[in-house]
């Protein structure tokens, strides 16, 4: 089920990309900026260390430790940075570069997140999401934090 | 025997007792910040079929097992919480609009000059990513100016590598006439709709 619903979002990215883009990694959806203390990138069930200059896909966990902190820009501009201590999930990404149609879903499962939005939002009032484990949280712009489980 | 029984179901009921109350105690908060220029923002908070929407500086919600509840924060509360993620944000993306000569790929004398200010840019980043965005005034079909669009971003792409930025950090794309800087007419020649962006970050 699960392998299922990620090749499908993988080939929903794919399909998009394939329309406008011409880029080295069409399965890239956004890159850490800046990185401090430990941060690691869970993927397919295997964490890494996230150096600054990562690039990120959707299913991606980024998680810091009590010492850290990550800074990210995703592809459409959107803005995500965490404090120590917390876990982010990429659940959901699609952005046609043509149109500025898309959709990006985030879930914050413990921690502190700052979020500037970009231009998914921009373009579709609520096509962008913050999932916490109590809410959701609709994204119409631009600057906010949330934080959860504290 | 039955005492023990007993002992060892209220030692259950306390364990279940403490994950309940444990589920309840963690929430989260959500503050809306100021906008640099002003620009009306919101985010809307819901939990189940309960919402709020914060769409002023600094309106803030708490969410527990109860919903969402409105409150006002304060600039010193947001950064006691979150002074570590509002300083590992990354830079906010530099913009730079070159504008090309009417139907072709290439640059207005004027545009040509910009070129050194979007390198030095990109310099300045730790790990930049670029994007190049092509548009087209309204003369001609959509699928013309579509192409159009992407050849030119795509001239300015190949132009940056040549000039040593990595090909795997320059992104090219087209946006053909459907961002006009200029709003005007279909079939009109716009010098300034005929522009390429670029996003460095």
Redesign the interface.
């Known amino acids: 089920m699960s392998t299922a619903l990620m090749s499908c979002r993988n080939a929903l990215v794919l399909a998009v990309l394939a329309g406008g883009v011409v880029a080295a990694h069409a399965a890239d959806i956004g890159q850490v900026k800046i990185a401090k203390g430990q941060v690691t990138i869970e993927r397919q069930g295997k964490a890494m260390p996230a150096a600054v200059g990562a690039r990120l896909q959707v299913a991606d966990v980024v998680r810091t430790g009590a010492d850290g902190s990550v800074g990210i820009t995703m592809d459409d501009d959107s803005l995500l940075s965490a404090g120590p201590n917390s876990a982010l999930s990429l659940d959901n990404y699609a952005f046609d570069t043509t149109t500025n149609q898309g959709r990006l879903d985030t879930s914050l499962n413990k921690g502190t997140l700052s979020v500037i939005s970009g231009r998914i939002a921009k373009q579709t009032p609520d096509a962008m999401t913050v999932r916490t484990p109590n809410a959701i949280l609709g994204v119409r712009g631009t600057e906010f934090v949330v934080s959860a489980n504290d | 025997m039955t005492d023990l029984l007993a002992r060892l179901r209220f030692v259950a009921a306390l364990a279940v007792l403490g994950a309940v109350l444990g589920a309840c105690a ?10 640099k220029d002003g ?9 189940g079929d309960k919402e709020v929407v ?1 769409d002023q500086p600094y309106a803030a919600a708490r ?3 109860q919903g ?1 509840r409105a409150y006002v924060a304060s600039p010193q509360d ?1 950064n006691a ?13 530099a913009r730079f609009t070159l504008y090309f000569v009417e139907g072709k790929d290439e640059f207005t004398d004027e545009s040509r000059k910009l070129i050194d200010g979007v390198l030095a840019e990109i310099a300045r980043r ?2 930049p ?1 670029v ?1 190049v ?1 092509g548009h087209t005034d309204t003369v001609g079909s959509e699928s013309a100016n ?1 192409a159009l669009s ?1 050849q030119r971003a ?1 001239v300015v ?1 190949k132009g940056l590598i040549a000039r040593g930025i990595a ?2 950090d320059v ?6 006439k ?1 961002n006009l800087l200029v709003p005007t007419a279909d079939g009109v020649a716009e010098p300034r709709n005929r522009r390429v962006e670029i ?1 460095v ?1």
């Open positions: 963690s929430g989260g908060t959500v503050v809306l910040l100021p906008e620009r009306q923002t919101a985010v809307s908070v819901r939990q914060l969410t527990n097992a969402p947001v919480q979150f002074g570590p993620a509002l300083a590992a944000q990354p830079a906010r993306s730790p790990v990513d994007m965005v579509d992407r795509e792409r090909p795997e992104v090219a794309i087209g946006r053909g459907r996003l970050r």
